[in-house]
């Protein structure tokens, strides 16, 4: 079983960035100079992934823009000799294959993987929740492909996390089966109080197509929304899953502070950027 389809659910409001996000989608929010979205796309592309599905929604138009040729800015970056930002740019549209959706009504993630289905047919696929970037040395989703490969089950990637963050994440119950690995045996979508164990659901999946029918089954959950972790429980009914800890950082660039860390981290790993940038932090004698 090869997997081939990776999805981006990126329909959200991005109301966390307002008001930087009234007029333009969240995941276009540069990290440094590259919106958000292309670091997921990149890391599924990384992963052997071929074909990118993006859940879009109103006000989404830049991400496809993105992803498509610049016909008249190419044109222009050729004759002014610009190559290297040319070489940039057509590697961007060059990527891999995209195909879009949208979702019409903000009926949550577990709803945005749901309208994927007659795009996704009957194979595993991917998903890639964009506002959690993840810089490890192999790409998480390669290392969850991995695992797939071993169980042939739907994967999560999880996290360990303090107890008082836990409410922010979907959180497993797990019976460890070899370092790193967990057999799930519940999950609970951002419990309010005892959470049943450190292991925080972080956003990157390896899911089978029996996903499809559990979300039929899935009512909604937190905040009135079709949550992905409430149909992963009722998955469990029928199939079993894994939990895996990537290796790897991972920055919340969903969330302000995350964001800057990511921002601050990437930039001091940019050569052309680190010098002086590190100068500039030493400098402001925190
Ligand atoms: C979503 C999922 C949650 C998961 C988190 C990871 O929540 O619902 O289970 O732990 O992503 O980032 P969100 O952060 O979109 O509210």
Same mark, same amino acid.
């Given at each position: @079983? $090869? ?8 329909? *959200?409001?991005?109301? $966390? ?10 995941? =276009? ?17 990384? #992963?052997?992934?071929?074909? @990118?599905?993006?859940?879009?929604? =109103? *006000?989404?138009? +830049? ?24 070489? =940039? ?12 959706? $949208? ?8 709803? +945005?993987? #749901? ?8 194979? +595993?696929?991917? /998903? ?12 998480? @989703?390669?290392? @969850? ?8 089950? #739907?994967?999560?990637?999880?996290? %360990?996390v303090?107890k008082?963050d836990a409410h922010?994440? *979907?959180v497993?119950?797990?019976?460890? /089966? ?8 519940? &999950?609970?979508? %951002?419990? $309010?109080?005892?959470p ?31 949550? &992905? ?37 990437? +930039?001091? %790993?940019?050569?052309?950027? %680190? /010098? ?8 402001? *004698?925190?």
């Open positions: @079983m $090869r997997l081939k389809k990776a999805v981006f659910p990126a329909a *959200g409001f991005g109301t $966390r960035f307002l008001p930087a996000t009234k007029a333009i989608p969240k995941e =276009m929010l540069p990290l440094v100079d590259k919106p958000l979205i292309q670091y997921a796309v990149e890391e599924a592309k990384a #992963s052997g992934l071929e074909e @990118m599905i993006i859940v879009t929604g =109103m *006000g989404k138009t +830049a991400i496809e823009d993105h992803f498509d040729t610049s016909f008249e800015l190419e044109i222009l970056l050729k004759e002014k000799g610009k190559l290297d930002l040319l070489n =940039m740019i057509e590697n961007v549209s060059g990527l891999v294959h995209f195909a879009y959706t $949208r979702q019409k009504k903000p009926l949550g993630l577990g709803h +945005a993987i #749901s309208i994927t289905q007659n795009l996704i047919n009957d194979e +595993a696929f991917a /998903v890639f929740l964009g506002d959690d970037i993840i810089d490890s040395k192999t790409p998480a @989703m390669k290392q @969850m492909a991995g695992v797939f490969e071993k169980y042939g089950t #739907s994967i999560l990637a999880v996290q %360990k303090s008082k922010l994440y *979907g497993i119950k797990g019976k460890k /089966v070899s370092p790193g690995v967990w057999r799930v045996l519940d &999950l609970v979508e %951002k419990p $309010r109080e005892n049943p164990s450190n292991l925080a659901i972080i956003g990157r999946y390896i899911l089978t197509p029996g996903i499809f029918k559990a979300l039929e089954k899935t009512a909604p959950g937190k905040g009135g929304e079709i949550q &992905l972790t409430d149909a992963l429980k009722h998955l469990l009914e029928t199939e079993e899953i894994y939990a895996y800890e990537f290796e790897g950082n991972r920055y919340d660039a969903g969330d302000k502070l995350g964001f800057l860390k990511a921002n601050v981290s990437f +930039a001091l %790993k940019r050569a052309d950027l %680190k /010098v002086e940038f590190k100068k500039f932090l030493k400098d402001l *004698g925190l």
